[in-house]
């Protein structure tokens, strides 16, 4: 399983990294040009609207031909649009380079499906959660260099993630073997009816769109509460950001794997649901530096609890020659968190930032009220070893 993980990771890793050294930055980068924080969401939200389009077509798209060629055209997307971003010399151009990477980043889905075509259901859970900690490793270095190259000015971090992703093509054509393909024709709108008709699909569908939502909404405006709340800068936000990272990196690797291997994934799922309405809870009421550090590393040990453990679920609940275009639509509803989450972030935190915590406080705590049916659901690892 290693070899075959292997290659998914580091492709992984180098792609959330290049990703990951601009988010910090954008709110800033935006509001030289004069953004508002509504203005600030909306570019934010741009990408996923682009996302969204793109994931259901990439996804049945791998199922077809295949999911190297999918991964390797998101990625040459990608790259012209860190390109442009470096350089954009307008707000309007901003926003033109963020559609441009929601296209090439709408293959979630594809990464997910490859994860689940070379791993049983023994060890897809652990497959997952190494994802996460791959994920979470990028989180803490992204923000970090990020806020490094920033002083030399807001273009270079844009150029370095153009060049990381150059590096992430090679990898991607050496060493990423192809897997899916197995499909003779393409057939989204059925993909979307059997989404619909499927009940555990759809209801991890919809509990992995309210953990989506509540996570954008929050990471959309923390630079912007930090800058106003705290009179902290683009730094600041980036180390605070790899913070939680670290926290969650390391939750995934000593706690998620072994409590899902023995409780279950639906029970770690609430587990995570539950610390996360928790945390939301309690950011109204941080309101020094050290105080929001506490409530920001409560909130990465919630949803390195979920994250994977949903993730999981689903990839075990789809039909295998389906799977791309059925985790495309996974991925559709995630960008269309995206999409409202971030509009409505910088609405909120021009109108009162003492309301931070509460939108994406109800999100999880309705994911938690759906998420009580599926506790019951057998714990399919145990299943299988025994």
């Not at 539950?274 to 945390?279: F, L, N, R, T």
Request: hydrophobic content about 55%; charged content about 10%.
């Amino acid at each position: 399983m290693v070899a075959a993980l292997a290659p998914i990771y580091g492709i992984t890793l180098i792609d959330v990294l290049g990703y990951m050294i601009m988010i910090p930055l954008l709110p800033y980068y935006a509001q030289r040009f004069g953004a508002s924080g509504t203005v600030v969401g909306a570019l934010l939200a741009t990408m996923a609207v682009a996302s969204a389009i793109a994931a259901p077509l990439w996804g049945a798209l791998s199922d077809r031909i295949g999911r190297k060629p999918i991964v390797l055209i998101s990625q040459f997307v990608s790259l012209a649009a860190y390109l442009l971003l470096a350089w954009a010399p307008s707000l309007a151009m901003l926003f033109v380079a963020r559609g441009i990477a929601g296209i090439g980043g709408g293959n979630l889905g594809v990464t997910q499906s490859y994860i689940a075509d070379v791993t049983d259901e023994k060890s897809r859970d652990k497959a997952f959660a190494g994802f996460g900690v791959v994920f979470g490793a990028a989180i803490v270095l992204g923000p970090v260099l990020g806020g490094a190259l920033v002083h030399v000015g807001f273009w270079l971090p844009f150029v370095v993630s153009a060049a990381i992703e150059v590096v992430n093509i090679a990898l991607t054509l050496r060493f990423l073997p192809n897997t899916g393909g197995k499909r003779e024709t393409l057939d989204i709108w059925r993909a979307a009816r059997e989404v619909w008709t499927r009940a555990n699909v759809r209801g991890l569908i919809l509990r992995h769109f309210l953990f989506i939502f509540a996570v954008t909404f929050f990471f959309s405006i923390l630079a912007l509460y930090l800058k106003r709340a705290l009179g902290f800068g683009p730094e600041h936000a980036s180390f605070m950001i790899a913070g939680a990272g670290v926290v969650g990196g390391i939750t995934l690797w000593l706690a998620v794997g072994p409590l899902a291997e023995r409780y279950g994934d639906a029970i770690v799922a609430q587990i995570g649901f539950g610390v996360s309405v928790v945390a939301y809870a309690l950011l109204g009421f941080a309101h020094t530096l050290w105080t929001f550090g506490g409530v920001l590393a409560l909130w990465a040990i919630g949803a390195s609890c979920i994250e994977p453990t949903i993730s999981a679920m689903l990839s075990t609940d789809v039909p295998a020659d389906r799977r791309g275009e059925m985790l495309g639509f996974n991925d559709l509803m995630n960008n269309v968190a995206l999409m409202l989450a971030p509009t409505l972030g910088g609405f909120i935190v021009d109108a009162n930032m003492n309301l931070i915590g509460l939108v994406p406080g109800l999100a999880v705590f309705a994911a938690f009220g759906l998420g009580w049916p599926t506790v019951a659901r057998p714990n399919l690892r145990a299943q299988v070893e025994v």
